[in-house]
């Protein structure tokens, strides 16, 4: 059996940063345990209709929704083949589940999508009647989408096999990892909580191993974890430092993300001592009362720079991601957020920052209340428009959440946007240099 998979995306958009992990796991996973079962990634649906799939699997953010429905509505043209949805929007909207697709896996998808491979493979079909059988997944009824049940995750998380990174015709992508999923906090704007349910984390073993399977394959010196949250656990970071010490090819030099809060001088030496010389950290705004909404009163802006203080002792560059346009967020809350990024960034605590708007993703708590607003509404919502990417961003066309005009707000937007670029091309000339 052939299954393809791939990523919504805009094709006006080429400029693909990252592998999709999340359909590389799906893959090794699948692979692993269903037999005689091929799994493909591809960047471009002429190739995967070409290769003549048995299966196509579409992942999804919010922002390229309508992309994944236009996919399917072309797949349909050419291949008569069960199609299935996965991704972050299907998971907060299982409900919207559009017609061309057979199913949707929520959340974690692997142990779904196995069964679900596992019942084509027996019966040929993906019969709705069946699918009920199938916790983790939305699908069409004739009284319309109905869930299945919840899915019960993977533990220990180790049970997953490291995710295929080598695919035919795709250029190798090994820049980042995940070491957990999930986030053990619930910040309003994100919907990481809902979307993994709970936090689990890799063993340092594992860690260890996926790493050095990178140097063996990819020969890498940099990498990039892109955990929601990376430096949680301070014993597993030690441990991992331990593991680094004696079983790691080589020192790597890497990027991880962490959380201001956090941050002590023993997770600092920690960082330094397994190679973390940069590390993204969610800072989100210099107004308490902002901070306060959007990380529910975990954080404060004195704490925020408290964390930056101790990372530039140790020698830890910080890049520091903020959120403007939050509900109650007033030209004084901006003007702080405005003077704390000026302030690090002329100090040398900041290396360099984003910064985006807030945005009513489905599967969380700001899209919950933009809804009850009258702002947002599933049937309705230009998911387009709901783009967090700085090159692309539409301020015509971006859904107000705050109290400011759009014209004062689309001001202050330019605002941060220039620094932003100025830094950004700053740091493009120093490194070409």
Same mark, same amino acid.
């Given at each position: 059996?052939?299954?393809?998979?791939?990523?919504?995306?805009?094709?006006?958009?080429?400029?693909?940063? @990252?592998?999709?992990?999340?359909?590389?796991?799906?893959?090794?996973?699948?692979?692993?345990?269903?037999?005689?079962?091929?799994?493909?990634?591809?960047?471009?649906?002429?190739?995967?209709?070409?290769?003549?799939?048995?299966?196509?699997?579409?992942?999804?953010?919010?922002?390229?929704?309508?992309?994944?429905?236009?996919?399917?509505?072309?797949?349909?043209?050419?291949?008569?083949?069960?199609?299935?949805?996965?991704?972050?929007?299907?998971?907060?909207?299982?409900?919207?589940?559009?017609?061309?697709?057979?199913?949707?896996?929520?959340?974690?998808?692997?142990?779904? @999508?196995?069964?679900?491979?596992?019942?084509?493979?027996?019966?040929?079909?993906?019969?709705?009647?069946?699918?009920?059988?199938?916790?983790?997944?939305?699908?069409?009824?004739?009284?319309?989408?109905?869930?299945?049940?919840?899915?019960?995750?993977?533990?220990?998380?180790? $049970?997953?096999?490291?995710?295929?990174?080598?695919?035919?015709?795709?250029?190798?992508?090994?820049?980042?990892?995940?070491?957990? $999923?999930?986030?053990?906090?619930?910040?309003?704007?994100?919907?990481?909580?809902?979307?993994?349910?709970?936090?689990?984390?890799?063993?340092?073993?594992?860690?260890?191993?996926?790493?050095?399977?990178?140097?063996?394959?990819?020969?890498?010196? !940099?990498?990039?974890?892109?955990?929601? &949250?990376?430096?949680?656990? =301070?014993?597993?970071?030690?441990?991992?430092?331990? =593991?680094?010490?004696?079983?790691?090819?080589?020192?790597?030099?890497?990027?991880?993300?962490?959380?201001?809060?956090?941050?002590?001088?023993?997770?600092?030496?920690?960082? $330094?001592?397994?190679?973390?010389?940069?590390?993204?950290?969610?800072?989100?705004?210099?107004?308490?009362?902002?901070?306060?909404?959007?990380?529910?009163?975990?954080?404060?802006?004195?704490?925020?720079?408290?964390?930056?203080?101790? &990372?530039?002792?140790?020698?830890?560059?910080?890049?520091?991601?903020?959120?403007?346009?939050?509900?109650?967020?007033?030209?004084?809350?901006?003007?702080?957020?405005?003077?704390?990024?000026?302030?690090?960034?002329?100090?040398?605590?900041? !290396?360099? @920052?984003?910064?985006?708007?807030?945005?009513?993703?489905?599967?969380?708590?700001?899209?919950?209340?933009?809804?009850?607003?009258?702002?947002?509404?599933?049937?309705?919502?230009?998911?387009?428009?709901?783009?967090?990417?700085?090159?692309?961003?539409?301020?015509?066309?971006?859904?107000?959440?705050?109290?400011?005009?759009?014209?004062? !707000?689309?001001?202050?937007?330019?605002? !941060?946007?220039?620094?932003?670029?100025?830094?950004?091309?700053?740091?493009?000339?120093?490194?070409?240099?």
């Amino acid at each position: 059996m052939r299954i393809a998979l791939l990523e919504a995306w805009d094709p006006s958009r080429p400029d693909r940063v @990252f592998m999709p992990m999340g359909l590389a796991y799906l893959a090794s996973w699948t692979e692993s345990h269903v037999p005689d079962v091929e799994v493909r990634l591809f960047q471009e649906l002429p190739q995967a209709l070409d290769w003549g799939p048995d299966l196509v699997g579409i992942s999804a953010v919010t922002p390229n929704f309508p992309e994944a429905q236009a996919m399917a509505r072309q797949i349909r043209r050419h291949l008569d083949v069960p199609l299935v949805l996965g991704g972050p929007h299907i998971t907060g909207l299982p409900r919207s589940l559009p017609e061309p697709f057979s199913a949707g896996v929520l959340g974690e998808g692997e142990l779904t @999508f196995q069964e679900i491979v596992s019942l084509l493979k027996r019966t040929g079909h993906l019969a709705s009647t069946d699918l009920t059988g199938v916790a983790g997944l939305v699908h069409h009824t004739p009284d319309g989408p109905r869930l299945s049940g919840r899915r019960l995750l993977i533990s220990p998380l180790d $049970r997953i096999p490291f995710p295929k990174r080598q695919w035919p015709g795709i250029q190798a992508q090994p820049q980042w990892s995940f070491t957990s $999923r999930g986030c053990p906090y619930a910040c309003r704007f994100c919907s990481t909580a809902d979307f993994w349910e709970s936090y689990r984390m890799h063993s340092a073993r594992y860690v260890v191993e996926e790493l050095n399977s990178l140097i063996d394959l990819f020969d890498i010196r !940099f990498h990039v974890i892109m955990d929601d &949250l990376f430096a949680v656990n =301070l014993s597993r970071l030690e441990e991992i430092s331990g =593991l680094f010490g004696t079983d790691l090819r080589r020192p790597l030099q890497l990027t991880a993300t962490i959380r201001a809060d956090l941050v002590t001088p023993r997770m600092c030496r920690l960082l $330094r001592e397994v190679g973390v010389g940069v590390c993204q950290i969610g800072l989100e705004s210099g107004s308490d009362r902002v901070l306060s909404y959007l990380k529910r009163q975990t954080t404060t802006a004195r704490r925020n720079q408290e964390a930056l203080d101790l &990372l530039a002792e140790h020698g830890i560059r910080a890049v520091g991601s903020f959120i403007v346009g939050s509900p109650m967020e007033d030209e004084e809350d901006l003007e702080q957020t405005w003077r704390f990024l000026r302030e690090n960034l002329r100090t040398g605590r900041l !290396f360099a @920052f984003t910064f985006g708007p807030l945005v009513a993703f489905p599967g969380t708590e700001v899209w919950t209340e933009a809804r009850e607003r009258g702002l947002v509404h599933e049937e309705s919502t230009d998911w387009s428009a709901l783009d967090i990417d700085l090159r692309h961003f539409d301020l015509d066309r971006y859904t107000m959440l705050g109290p400011l005009s759009r014209e004062r !707000f689309g001001n202050w937007f330019r605002r !941060f946007y220039d620094l932003w670029d100025e830094v950004r091309s700053r740091l493009e000339a120093s490194q070409e240099g």
